[in-house]
């Protein structure tokens, strides 16, 4: 059993930030890997020797800066994505709850994928987006931005475009919250001691396990999604997919007939080797920016460190203690004297 748990001396504002400028960070880090994954998992010419060889052939025909196509669609969708899954994952997690406030790792896994479903499904369009920026030519664009690419799969392919993959997008949430579950309820047994005593570095080395397996088993929905966002018969050479297919359920069909079972799992290399930076550059950017909000707020001495400020109650929320020092202020100034005014 858990319980929620909220640092309530930052404000959720505050939060937000700094869940979107360490994601903004560690997306922009890990960019180029990102890409290979997509381009793999599609199947495109790029693909056909190798990521080594995908990674220089793109350099060679596009420039450097081809790495990171996609990458400011990824950034922007942030923000919204997180709010709609942190909104989603307190609703989830308080109808989830006992009488006494605490939820057990499965139900925090199944509200965390159930909010995640409903972020995925309202932004979706964004990553139908991001996957087309990443497969076209830099040079020899289909797409002049992001603007322009929504503006033109709207009017070229209808609405339903920007919704192309969104089942195994979802579907594949069963799989990744069954191989979460399956790592976080072994975690006692693999450091042979609680769960209530893992210093930051296991939960850092948990939360990279458990991402790369429940990765891996969901991978197979991944890249038949991205296939789907990328094929359209109004980009060249078909949107560069390997395989042709007129749904789901044809396109792992053909991708096992054409490519074998592990074509399924095709990019998944540059996709693990990204866990451990993106975890890391997020989790690091994101204490930095909390305690910078935590000094601010007035709680702590530094930014540098978790010092706390002598004499600040810190149960206190940011309003509560800004109030009180208003009042201390008021107390504590010498009032005027009927001569001076």
Not at 270 to 283: A, N, R
Request: with cysteine; net charge positive.
């Amino acid at each position: 059993m858990a319980t929620l748990r909220r640092d309530g001396r930052v404000t959720a504002l505050q939060r937000l930030g700094c869940a979107g400028l360490a994601g903004a960070l560690s997306l922009s880090l890990t960019a180029p890997l990102e890409l290979l994954t997509v381009l793999a998992q599609v199947g495109t010419w790029h693909c056909r020797r190798g990521l080594r060889d995908a990674g220089r052939s793109l350099c060679r025909t596009e420039g450097v800066r081809a790495l990171w196509k996609g990458n400011l669609t990824a950034c922007l969708r942030l923000c919204p994505y997180s709010a709609l899954q942190l909104a989603a994952s307190r609703r989830l997690v308080t109808l989830f709850m006992d009488e006494l406030g605490h939820i057990s790792h499965w139900r925090a896994i199944m509200a965390g994928s159930l909010a995640g479903m409903v972020a995925t499904t309202v932004t979706y369009p964004s990553d139908v987006v991001k996957t087309r920026l990443i497969v076209q030519n830099r040079l020899e664009p289909s797409y002049q931005g992001i603007l322009h690419a929504f503006y033109k799969i709207y009017h070229q392919e209808g609405l339903r475009a920007l919704y192309r993959g969104v089942s195994p997008a979802i579907l594949g949430a069963v799989p990744f919250s069954a191989g979460s579950f399956f790592v976080y309820i072994n975690l006692d047994t693999i450091w042979q001691e609680p769960t209530v005593r893992f210093t930051p570095l296991q939960n850092f080395v948990n939360g990279c396990v458990a991402a790369a397996v429940a990765q891996t088993l969901s991978f197979p929905f991944e890249t038949v999604k991205r296939k789907m966002q990328a094929q359209s018969p109004w980009l060249p050479h078909y949107g560069g997919v390997d395989v042709h297919f007129t749904g789901m359920a044809d396109c792992f069909r053909q991708t096992v007939k054409h490519k074998g079972v592990l074509g399924l799992w095709r990019g998944l290399t540059p996709s693990l080797l990204k866990i451990v930076p993106y975890f890391g550059v997020m989790f690091s950017t994101f204490e930095f920016c909390k305690r910078v909000c935590l000094y601010r707020n007035g709680y702590i001495q530094s930014p540098l460190n978790y010092k706390l400020t002598p004499g600040v109650d810190q149960s206190l929320h940011p309003q509560e203690l800004r109030e009180l020092k208003l009042l201390r202020r008021e107390n504590f100034e010498p009032r005027k004297s009927a001569l001076e005014n």
